[in-house]
């Protein structure tokens, strides 16, 4: 699979944007299928440069905003971000569900998915998606989202990709696909074809509070219980923040640790956003699942270890793709918003990471998320299993 990144900051005179963009990519031979995947600040009017772009690009374009970019330059806080994939022996297939809630969700990941594989020649060997910020009562975590797509694709399909992000506003993120936009529904791409990505998934949690209750009582992403009391008492009894209902924003720096235990006796670590305080029932909710009977901890999120697990990240991507032969051309990467938050003003220490060691020929993009969807392995089997991440970075080798 061929590969190009192309940039422009660019965002106001969206003539102009597509005009560099298409400058840009004028050498790269394009093959029998093709898909663009496009990063964009929040204020773009996609659905105005939609029109211009697909003048000369007759293939899917698809994408969502990013509260910031990561190129081969480096880091971008502006603009718009686009990789171009193009395959003759690969296919994609892409569109997005309509509005997703905990009534529906199952129902349109399926369907959706259903009708994107009929497009293909053949079964998808991955499948790309993007979501919007899920942080109401009714919106779904997006653990059920990556559970929803196995179901219907397989547990060997690896789900890749993650939550649409803004400037912190939690109101401004939206996913594209081709002429359309939207907050709450979930960009689904599917790969068919000669494709083997490599996944590397590393969070940057070294240092734990004093914090460590059992959920005694939960649904999906909704934690009602912990230990004997509320999950809000807890809250009050270690002098942590209540006095707000969104809370995304004030725990983004200390993020909820917790194993999840798989049916095979397999397990695996991760963390979640906490987003919303129900004063009323004394609830709090999630970006991702948290289940009754795991314990829940809190982690710390520190600048040093943002730095050092990034590096450790490229590492591993890298010494992966060398073994490969040049059979990889393509780095597609996700970082979680609080990572950056945890860098303060050095917004360019994660790339740093591997800016000046990018083999030549790679095409590398990337983008700051809410949340990132990831295969990860077991701690006990190594088995991977499609996963939901807050606090990570992410990488797709194709």
């Known amino acids: 699979m061929d590969s190009i990144a192309l940039y422009t900051e660019e965002i106001d005179d969206l003539a102009e944007a597509a005009e560099e963009l298409f400058t840009q990519a004028r050498a790269f031979a394009f093959r029998k299928h093709s898909i663009a995947l496009l990063f964009a600040e929040e204020e773009l009017d996609f659905s105005a440069l939609f029109p211009l772009l697909a003048e000369k690009w007759h293939f899917p374009i698809v994408g969502c905003t990013a509260m910031g970019m990561l190129g081969r330059g480096g880091y971008f806080n502006i603009g718009i971000s686009v990789l171009l994939l193009s395959a003759d022996d690969c296919a994609f297939a892409a569109e997005m569900t309509g509005a997703l809630d905990t009534g529906n969700y199952r129902e349109e990941i399926a369907r959706t998915c259903r009708a994107l594989r009929d497009r293909l020649p053949d079964a998808p060997k991955l499948i790309l998606t993007y979501g919007g910020l899920l942080a109401a009562e009714k919106n779904v975590a997006g653990d059920d989202v990556v559970e929803a797509i196995t179901e219907v694709a397989g547990k060997d399909v690896p789900v890749f990709g993650g939550l649409a992000s803004d400037g912190f506003s939690f109101t401004g993120s939206r996913v594209f696909c081709d002429g359309r936009s939207a907050q709450n529904g979930q960009l689904l791409v599917l790969v068919s074809g000669a494709v083997e990505p490599k996944f590397v998934t590393i969070n940057s949690i070294e240092n734990r509070a004093n914090f460590s209750y059992e959920v005694t009582e939960a649904r999906h ?71 009754e009977g795991s314990i829940l901890g809190v982690g710390i999120i520190s600048r040093a270890d943002v730095q050092k697990s990034v590096r450790q990240a490229f590492d591993r991507i890298f010494e992966e793709i060398g073994a490969a032969g040049g059979k990889y051309k393509t780095l597609l990467c996700h970082s979680c918003c609080a990572r950056f938050l945890a860098l303060a003003s050095n917004t360019k220490e994660e790339t740093d990471a591997y800016v000046d060691r990018l083999p030549d020929g790679i095409a590398l993009v990337g983008m700051y998320a809410y949340g990132e969807y990831c295969p990860v392995k077991g701690n006990k089997t190594g088995e991977s299993y499609n996963s939901f991440h807050n606090f990570t970075f992410t990488i797709m080798a194709l």
């Open 221 to 291: 992403n909704q934690v009602f219980r912990l230990g004997s009391g509320t999950f809000l008492e807890a809250l009050e009894r270690e002098d942590m923040a209540v006095d707000k209902t969104e809370v995304l924003g004030d725990y983004l720096l200390t993020p909820f640790v917790l194993t999840l235990t798989r049916e095979n006796g397999d397990s695996v670590e991760v963390a979640r956003n906490f987003s919303r305080l129900d004063h009323e029932t004394g609830a709090g909710a999630f970006l991702g699942a948290v289940p």
